[in-house]
């Protein structure tokens, strides 16, 4: 039988092998059927009776919803300078430029479908606030956000304006351009604010002005030019088309580019007429290009039109803006037929409203901007600017951006769904009552100038039709988002049981899972729970797969808990009582297929941004006592997600004070005209699906808590380890560590030395040397050549024939074990050295480990190993850890009386100990840590001594690398498991209880688990990352950061110990302290690799053999080490 088939864990036979993978098949095949079983069930949606709604009343008004937060994004690069196509330079095809308002929803709709087809975006951000150069800028996260995404990076000019409250501050405007001092603060608040952002410059929109204010007009646009243009950005100005009493050259010549504002030949204060009548735009075009330089003028061109209220005699009683999907919803709900009128070429009709009063409604569409857009290309301005985004008719997309002449009406004739939301009814109960459809519009045009000049909207396009229920006079329903959560939901439940008050819950598929004890207890005490999603996603910029699923597995795990199902769903991130895109309302189509009924609501306190409890009573009731236009009934709050002890504080008084102004407190249920049955009816699926579904549930839950607390775990015993050893290397060092005296270097014992080789050809020489430099003079060398096939016993012969301190044995290869027993069995001397071939002695170092044996009770001593070969990061590394963790554990052990490893590179034996032991084991791969447990097992003491060093070679690979530490690995389980009966032994206390089980704890089972510990960060990151860029701008980072910070603790003090090894090693390598931290990340996860692959080959029983490794001869030893006695 060879050495290897006696080792631990062989198994010959090959029986363990095939029964690991029989019962590894089995756990694979049930996890596959337990995971493929649950996902087939999460496929389909559960089925859900119809609800008994009741039809709404009929209203006609819209809504737009606020804007919501988001991040910053990134910077903007420079306004873009399409290619030259023509010898004087002219540009191939116009800008596109796109004019974009943060308050209106329809407006971040178009940017988010349209960004990627513009050039400039010209956000109005910026206005003044005052006559001295103050700025306001609007805080729109989620615009910029949309902007910084975009891929093709457009520059972002923002609009600098003087409006507030609706209305242009003329006054104000003319102060400031008077005002040199307000001017150069302007523009310097300007200036910054741009270099902060990255802006491509700005476009100024001043109106209402004065004479004088227009006069100063031109000089301030100097100024600020002459400011922005050494940054490379651009200074834009806006103007009326007509022009009139406008400086237009003088404002030209004095920016960068002139904006003109072609729109608004009628408008809401006039009397009705064509919004930018064709005859009128071409006339007012051929004058201004007839002074202007077309290279340097954009033309702004309109996108909405005006509806007028007329009195009963015909003329206007009121006006109002109104964009395309306005125009075309009054149209189709009043029937109105839209014609163009001949001479504008602008659509046009009228219809008569609810109350009896008449409307004209003239509007800009598509076909109108291809008319402008026909006779203006020959002039070839620089761009086309659309007044402005989420009013136009989309059609207008496929005309903006194309080259000059090639503008195409090829297709007009389809029009796109209708872009807005329609909302009948009153309440927050909604329901989806029709879809969108295309429109369809014929189009004639005049054969002698290729215009339209008739236009038929044949079949008008629709949008979303959403019915609203629930308004219910006296009635008031509170809601809580994102529970259930074990602090703040059981308090909340308390509140409402004490106070006998009803309440909606709209739950979290994982908190859900991880309290389902909450979520009973909420039904069984007579509340409503609805669905809030599985993840939290903003439901609007969540692909709508994930979206049924997100649903499907809410609504799953409810069904598990209670036997009852869900009919109420709430999106994340609502808002209110309505979603107001076609983009927001989509993924409610599929969770109305699966027959729930959406939830918004009306009356929202914030209280997620944490307002005192007060504050949150205030804004509760203020909206119920002042409903405006929009009452609201249902009432927002959170039971998790935060910190919620404000929103619990605040409800008991809330809930008297509601029923104090004469409310009843009711479900969302009852506020839909439902019972509790049927808002949660009985699930109708079977036990066998219910049962699928819990232990699938069940399998994902116990695997996320065991990977949270094996995360948890690992960090906190790798804190704790790390200290301990720590503390106990500063003992070490500074209070147990009392040296022996120095013995006679001269006159002491004989001291065998004994060098194990097998093809050392290369380093050999060196390492025998090095020994016959030793200060300790009465010794003998033993060269134990095991079977070399190369030069290994010549190059001895030839260096050392003569020096009869040297002894060359040779034998045939049978493993380091029995070569160096071989040389036991002839060595003379009374202590004996073991070394590797490949490591070279100071010459001090013999002594310093003889020194010891002055104490009978020692049995051996551990030296301190270095790296001699720090060429790559491979070698440092290696170094590294030398210093920072074997050392450093060495140390820490030492303090303890317990080291566990005499390293095979630098250590000393009492030979009778040896001989006691029967010499080095042939069992294990690690036969020196073996020996060293063994003799300490036997009652012997092994010392440390760090200042006996040892300069050993390295591998210089990753290969050679792994191939090294797998025999490590290897070895030392096959160590702790030898001797696994000396666990928790009192013989040998301080090796049972603490050397031995750190081994198995830290070497090998977490080491084992350390992969899915950094699986869980990266998982972490994943998610968070994920989660930023699917949902920027309600993406919160909370949950990432707390396990990263946990991480980060754990790598701080991994680090700080790594600086303790090193500030205690006398001669640490300081040039390659700043490989510490990279060490992390990289070489830890290759140590993880092997200790893995050393548990599967030893469940396995496989032969594993010693694996040499390659020598190159690149160790040397430090300068510093170079001491003679």
């Known amino acids: 039988m060879t050495p290897e088939d006696r080792h631990i864990f062989h198994d010959p036979t090959g029986k363990r092998e095939r029964r690991a993978k029989l019962a590894l098949g089995v756990v694979i095949s049930a996890v596959a059927a337990i995971v493929a079983g649950f996902a087939a069930t999460l496929a389909f949606a559960p089925h859900l009776p119809d609800a008994p709604l009741k039809d709404p009343h009929i209203l006609t008004s819209l809504h737009q919803e606020n804007a919501h937060k988001a991040k910053l994004g990134k910077s903007w690069?420079?306004?873009?300078?399409?290619?030259?196509?023509?010898?004087?330079?002219?540009?191939?095809?116009?800008?596109?430029?796109?004019?974009?308002?943060?308050?209106?929803?329809?407006?971040?709709?178009?940017?988010?479908?349209?960004?990627?087809?513009?050039?400039?975006?010209?956000?109005?951000?910026?206005?003044?606030?005052?006559?001295?150069?103050?700025?306001?800028?609007?805080?729109?996260?989620?615009?910029?956000?949309?902007?910084?995404?975009?891929?093709?990076?457009?520059?972002?000019?923002?609009?600098?304006?003087?409006?507030?409250?609706?209305?242009?501050?003329?006054?104000?405007?003319?102060?400031?351009?008077?005002?040199?001092?307000?001017?150069?603060?302007?523009?310097g608040n300007l200036a910054v604010l741009a270099a902060q952002r990255g802006y491509g410059g700005y476009v100024f929109d001043f109106e209402a002005l004065s004479a004088k204010g227009l006069a100063a007009y031109p000089k301030f646009l100097d100024e600020a030019r002459a400011a922005l243009k050494g940054a490379g950005r651009e200074v834009w100005v806006t103007a009326p088309f007509d022009g009139e009493g406008w400086p237009l050259d003088r404002l030209q010549k004095a920016s960068d580019t002139l904006v003109l504002m072609a729109y608004d030949q009628h408008y809401a204060l006039g009397d009705p007429g064509p919004n930018t009548g064709q005859d009128w735009y071409e006339t007012e075009l051929e004058k201004r290009f007839a002074h202007l330089d077309p290279n340097h003028t954009v033309l702004a061109l309109g996108a909405y039109g005006y509806d007028w209220t007329l009195n009963k005699d015909g003329s206007r009683a009121s006006g109002s803006p109104a964009t395309f999907h306005e125009a075309m919803r009054n149209a189709q709900d009043a029937g109105a037929t839209i014609r163009m009128d001949d001479d504008a070429l602008n659509p046009t009709y009228t219809y008569?409203?609810?109350?009896?009063?008449?409307?004209?409604?003239?509007?800009?569409?598509?076909?109108?901007?291809?008319?402008?857009?026909?006779?203006?290309?020959?002039?070839?301005?620089?761009?086309?600017?659309?007044?402005?985004?989420?009013?136009?008719?989309?059609?207008?997309?496929?005309?903006?951006?194309?080259?000059?002449?090639?503008?195409?009406?090829?297709?007009?004739?389809?029009?796109?769904?209708?872009?807005?939301?329609?909302?009948?009814?009153?309440?927050?109960?909604?329901?989806?009552?029709?879809?969108?459809?295309?429109?369809?519009?014929?189009?004639?045009?005049?054969?002698?100038?290729?215009?339209?000049?008739?236009?038929?909207?044949?079949?008008?396009?629709?949008?979303?039709?959403?019915?609203?229920?629930?308004?219910?006079?006296?009635?008031?329903?509170?809601?809580?988002?994102?529970?259930?959560?074990g602090r703040w939901t059981p308090r909340i439940l308390d509140v409402l049981k004490q106070k006998n008050a009803p309440a909606t819950f709209f739950v979290i598929g994982q908190n859900m899972q991880r309290r389902p004890d909450l979520v009973e207890r909420e039904v069984a005490e007579g509340h409503d729970v609805g669905g809030h999603s599985w993840t939290h996603p903003n439901i609007a910029e969540t692909p709508l797969p994930q979206v049924q699923v997100e649903l499907n597995a809410?609504?799953?795990?409810?069904?598990?808990?209670?036997?009852?199902?869900?009919?109420?769903?709430?999106?994340?991130?609502?808002?209110?009582?309505?979603?107001?895109?076609?983009?927001?309302?989509?993924?409610?189509?599929?969770?109305?297929?699966?027959?729930?009924?959406?939830?918004?609501?009306?009356?929202?306190?914030?209280?997620?941004?944490?307002?005192?409890?007060?504050?949150?009573?205030?804004?509760?009731?203020?909206?119920?006592?002042?409903?405006?236009?929009?009452?609201?009934?249902?009432?927002?709050?959170?039971?998790?997600?935060?910190?919620?002890?404000?929103?619990?504080?605040?409800?008991?008084?809330?809930?008297?004070?509601?029923?104090?102004?004469?409310?009843?407190?009711?479900?969302?249920?009852?506020?839909?005209?439902m019972t509790s049955q049927q808002v949660m009816p009985p699930t109708s699926r079977t036990a066998l699906d219910l049962a699928v579904d819990r232990v699938g549930f069940d399998f994902f839950r116990w695997t996320q808590t065991a990977m949270t607390w094996l995360f948890v775990t690992a960090i906190f015993l790798g804190v704790a380890r790390l200290v301990f050893l720590a503390s106990l290397a500063l003992v070490h060092r500074f209070w147990t560590h009392e040296e022996p005296a120095d013995l006679d270097s001269d006159n002491g014992p004989l001291v065998s030395v004994l060098i194990p080789c097998f093809n050392e050809e290369k380093v050999i020489a060196a390492s025998v040397a090095r020994i016959l430099e030793?200060?300790?003079?009465?010794?003998?060398?033993?060269?134990?050549?095991?079977?070399?096939?190369?030069?290994?016993?010549?190059?001895?012969?030839?260096?050392?024939?003569?020096?009869?301190?040297?002894?060359?044995?040779?034998?045939?290869?049978?493993?380091?074990?029995?070569?160096?027993?071989?040389?036991?069995?002839?060595?003379?001397?009374?202590?004996?050295?073991?070394?590797?071939?490949?490591?070279?002695?100071?010459?001090?170092?013999?002594?310093?480990?003889?020194?010891?044996?002055?104490?009978?009770?020692?049995?051996?001593?551990?030296?301190?190993?270095?790296?001699?070969?720090?060429?790559?990061?491979?070698?440092?590394?290696?170094?590294?850890?030398?210093?920072?963790?074997?050392?450093?554990?060495?140390?820490?052990?030492?303090?303890?009386?317990?080291?566990?490893?005499?390293?095979?590179?630098v250590g000393a034996w009492r030979k009778s100990v040896l001989d006691a032991l029967g010499g080095y084991p042939a069992d294990t791969l690690a036969e020196d840590q073996d020996l060293t447990i063994a003799c300490q097992r036997a009652g012997w003491k092994?010392?440390?001594?760090?200042?006996?060093?040892?300069?050993?070679?390295?591998?210089?690979?990753?290969?050679?690398?792994?191939?090294?530490?797998?025999?490590?690995?290897?070895?030392?389980?096959?160590?702790?498991?030898?001797?696994?009966?000396?666990?928790?032994?009192?013989?040998?206390?301080?090796?049972?209880?603490?050397?031995?089980?750190?081994?198995?704890?830290?070497?090998?089972?977490?080491?084992?688990?350390?992969?899915?510990?950094?699986?869980?960060?990266?998982?972490?990151?994943?998610?968070?990352?994920?989660?930023?860029?699917?949902?920027?701008?309600?993406?919160?980072?909370?949950?990432?950061?707390?396990?990263?910070?946990?991480?980060?603790?754990?790598?701080?003090?991994?680090?700080?110990?790594?600086?303790?090894?090193?500030a205690l090693e006398k001669r640490a390598p300081w040039a390659d302290l700043p490989f510490l931290p990279v060490q992390r990340f990289g070489y830890r996860q290759l140590m993880y690799y092997v200790v893995v692959k050393s548990v599967v080959m030893a469940i396995r029983g496989g032969r594993v053999g010693w694996g040499k490794l390659e020598r190159r001869a690149t160790a040397s030893v430090s300068p510093r080490s170079e001491r003679k006695g």
């Open 77 to 187: 690069r420079r306004v873009p300078r399409p290619k030259s196509g023509a010898a004087n330079g002219a540009a191939v095809r116009p800008l596109s430029v796109g004019f974009y308002v943060a308050w209106d929803e329809d407006s971040r709709e178009s940017l988010r479908r349209n960004i990627d087809k513009l050039d400039v975006v010209s956000p109005q951000w910026v206005a003044i606030s005052g006559a001295k150069g103050d700025i306001s800028v609007v805080d729109d996260p989620e615009g910029t956000v949309r902007i910084a995404a975009a891929p093709n990076h457009p520059a972002v000019l923002p609009l600098v304006h003087n409006s507030a409250n609706a209305a242009f501050n003329g006054p104000l405007a003319d102060a400031l351009l008077a005002d040199p001092a307000a001017r150069a603060k302007l523009i």
């Open 554 to 673: 809410t609504q799953r795990l409810f069904e598990v808990l209670t036997g009852r199902s869900m009919r109420l769903f709430r999106p994340p991130f609502f808002g209110d009582a309505e979603p107001s895109t076609p983009h927001e309302v989509a993924p409610l189509v599929i969770a109305q297929t699966l027959g729930y009924m959406t939830v918004g609501l009306r009356i929202d306190p914030d209280d997620w941004q944490k307002p005192s409890s007060q504050q949150i009573i205030d804004r509760v009731l203020d909206r119920l006592d002042n409903p405006g236009n929009n009452p609201g009934q249902v009432v927002l709050l959170h039971d998790a997600g935060g910190d919620r002890s404000r929103t619990v504080a605040a409800l008991p008084e809330l809930i008297d004070q509601i029923r104090a102004r004469g409310y009843r407190l009711v479900t969302v249920g009852e506020l839909a005209g």
């Open 774 to 905: 030793s200060d300790w003079k009465n010794l003998e060398v033993l060269v134990l050549d095991d079977g070399s096939k190369d030069r290994t016993a010549q190059e001895v012969r030839d260096h050392f024939a003569n020096d009869p301190r040297v002894t060359l044995l040779s034998f045939e290869n049978g493993g380091k074990a029995r070569a160096v027993n071989r040389g036991l069995a002839v060595a003379k001397g009374e202590f004996v050295v073991a070394l590797d071939a490949d490591t070279l002695f100071p010459p001090e170092t013999i002594g310093r480990l003889a020194r010891w044996f002055q104490d009978p009770d020692i049995g051996a001593v551990a030296g301190n190993a270095i790296v001699g070969n720090r060429l790559n990061i491979v070698t440092r590394w290696q170094a590294l850890e030398y210093v920072t963790a074997q050392n450093l554990e060495r140390r820490a052990l030492s303090a303890l009386g317990a080291v566990t490893v005499v390293p095979g590179a």
């Open 942 to 1062: 092994v010392a440390f001594d760090p200042e006996a060093r040892a300069y050993t070679e390295a591998p210089d690979t990753v290969g050679g690398l792994l191939k090294q530490r797998f025999r490590w690995s290897f070895g030392t389980l096959q160590c702790v498991w030898k001797h696994r009966k000396a666990m928790f032994s009192r013989k040998a206390p301080v090796l049972g209880f603490v050397a031995l089980p750190q081994i198995w704890l830290f070497q090998i089972l977490l080491a084992v688990a350390a992969p899915l510990v950094d699986l869980a960060v990266i998982w972490s990151l994943v998610a968070g990352l994920y989660g930023a860029v699917a949902h920027p701008v309600e993406w919160r980072p909370d949950d990432m950061l707390l396990g990263l910070a946990y991480w980060a603790v754990f790598i701080a003090v991994d680090l700080s110990a790594g600086a303790l090894g090193m």
């Open 352 to 485: 008569t409203d609810d109350a009896g009063d008449d409307h004209v409604v003239w509007f800009l569409d598509a076909v109108t901007l291809f008319n402008e857009v026909k006779v203006s290309d020959p002039w070839k301005p620089r761009g086309y600017g659309l007044w402005r985004m989420g009013m136009e008719d989309p059609g207008v997309w496929s005309l903006l951006g194309k080259p000059y002449g090639q503008a195409s009406a090829g297709g007009l004739t389809t029009l796109a769904n209708g872009q807005g939301v329609d909302f009948d009814g009153g309440g927050e109960v909604l329901r989806i009552a029709q879809l969108p459809t295309p429109g369809k519009r014929g189009l004639e045009f005049d054969p002698d100038t290729g215009l339209i000049s008739g236009e038929t909207y044949d079949v008008i396009p629709s949008s979303y039709v959403i019915e609203r229920y629930g308004q219910k006079k006296g009635l008031v329903a509170l809601t809580f988002d994102d529970g259930p959560d």
